[in-house]
């Protein structure tokens, strides 16, 4: 039987190749009261690498539990295609994929969920905005449940 777990009890995965991004995400996650750990992972193959615990996270303890922060516009593997690999994959289909981008075109929202998103944010250009709406996100998170993938 699966199980449902509070965010408490998972760890984020922060796929975002913009460094100024990801620790604004971080910060802003922070301020809203996410403590889980979070992993900055800077592409999308690195990503596939660590959720899958292949290349140089192969000798890691592996999360058994995950919540991914997903970037579209991403060297070597883009968000597009890290999301059809996980949601292909009967080890990774569960877990959940927030996509967090600036790409706001309908069509590529429609691709995403297409390709099984569970939630689509698009990030704002602007400091203010994008902190805030990291914010939301992070309080969102806070009442979500999260699948046991065992």
């Not at 699966?2 to 971080?26: F, Q, Y």
């Not at 592409?43 to 596939?48: A, R």
């Not at 429609?110 to 704002?124: A, E, F, H």
């Amino acid at each position: 039987m699966t199980t449902a777990r509070t965010i408490n009890e998972v760890s984020i995965i922060l796929a975002e190749d913009d460094e100024g991004h990801a620790k604004l995400t971080e910060k802003n996650l922070r301020r809203a009261g996410i403590t889980n750990p979070i992993r900055w992972c800077k592409n999308g193959q690195e990503t596939m690498d660590f959720v899958m615990g292949n290349a140089k996270f192969e000798d890691d303890p592996h999360m058994d539990c995950l919540l991914i922060l997903l970037d579209l516009n991403m060297p070597i593997l883009d968000g597009y295609q890290v999301l059809e690999k996980l949601k292909a994959d009967e080890r990774t289909k569960k877990i959940p994929v927030i996509i967090l981008t600036t790409t706001d075109d309908d069509r590529e929202v429609k691709r995403c969920y297409d390709l099984g998103c569970n939630i689509y944010v698009t990030k704002p250009v602007d400091y203010e905005g994008f902190s805030s709406a990291i914010r939301q996100l992070g309080l969102f998170l806070n009442v979500v449940k999260i699948p046991d993938l065992g």
